[in-house]
């Protein structure tokens, strides 16, 4: 019956035997097992305030570099693995953490700021992942929630002098 109820309404999530869980994703069931500990909470590392770097954040690598306005490529990918950030609206070092309870920020596009929790909802993020989701904090402020989103503060304007070029890849 709850399994029913779960295909009509497309959310919330049901526990089976043997550690599976059912639960709606963008109007699809997904079956999976809990793993029997759930993944750690990501540690908070700080970058170092390097033009380029390259530094492992859970399962993801992360490579950024400065670039001056003229070294831009014409369009920018649009790739939500990909950040292209005005460098001189950042307060370094920037720091990569996981979500807490009451962060807020800003979402590209909006204007207003935004519970995380309910980015998180509102974009269909499982509740299984939304602890693993590198943030990238800059000061107190988070400036892109990696693999889904920018924050508008720091966007790309006509008066970006430089920009700071983020890219996540699979831990190598």
Same mark, same amino acid.
């Given at each position: 019956?709850?399994?029913?109820?779960?295909?009509?309404?497309?959310?919330?999530?049901?526990?089976?035997?043997?550690?599976? %869980?059912?639960?709606?994703?963008?109007?699809?069931?997904?079956?999976?097992?809990?793993?029997?500990?759930?993944?750690?909470?990501?540690?908070?590392?700080?970058?170092?305030?390097?033009?380029?770097?390259?530094?492992?954040?859970?399962?993801?690598?992360?490579?950024?570099?400065?670039?001056?306005?003229?070294?831009?490529?014409?369009?920018?990918?649009?790739?939500p693995w %990909?950040?292209?950030?005005?460098?001189d609206k950042?307060?370094?070092?920037?720091?990569?953490?996981?979500?807490?309870?009451?962060?807020?920020?800003?979402?590209?596009?909006?204007?207003?700021?935004?519970?995380?929790?309910?980015?998180?909802?509102?974009?269909?993020?499982?509740? %299984?992942?939304?602890?693993i989701i590198?943030?990238?904090?800059?000061?107190?402020?988070?400036?892109?929630?990696?693999?889904?989103?920018?924050?508008?503060?720091?966007?790309?304007?006509?008066?970006?002098?430089?920009?700071?070029?983020?890219?996540?890849?699979?831990?190598?």
């Open positions: 019956q709850a399994l029913e109820r779960l295909t009509t309404q497309g959310r919330g999530q049901v526990t089976l035997p043997g550690a599976w %869980q059912v639960y709606g994703q963008g109007g699809s069931l997904v079956l999976a097992r809990e793993p029997a500990t759930p993944p750690p909470p990501l540690v908070p590392i700080s970058l170092p305030a390097t033009a380029t770097g390259r530094q492992k954040v859970g399962d993801l690598v992360l490579i950024w570099q400065t670039l001056e306005r003229p070294e831009l490529p014409e369009v920018l990918s649009t790739d %990909q950040a292209w950030l005005d460098r950042l307060s370094l070092p920037l720091v990569v953490r996981g979500w807490q309870p009451g962060d807020r920020f800003q979402p590209l596009g909006l204007p207003y700021r935004k519970k995380l929790q309910d980015f998180f909802v509102d974009a269909k993020i499982p509740r %299984q992942q939304r602890g590198p943030l990238v904090v800059s000061g107190a402020e988070i400036v892109w929630v990696v693999g889904h989103r920018l924050a508008e503060p720091v966007k790309i304007t006509s008066t970006t002098r430089r920009v700071l070029h983020f890219q996540a890849l699979p831990g190598l």
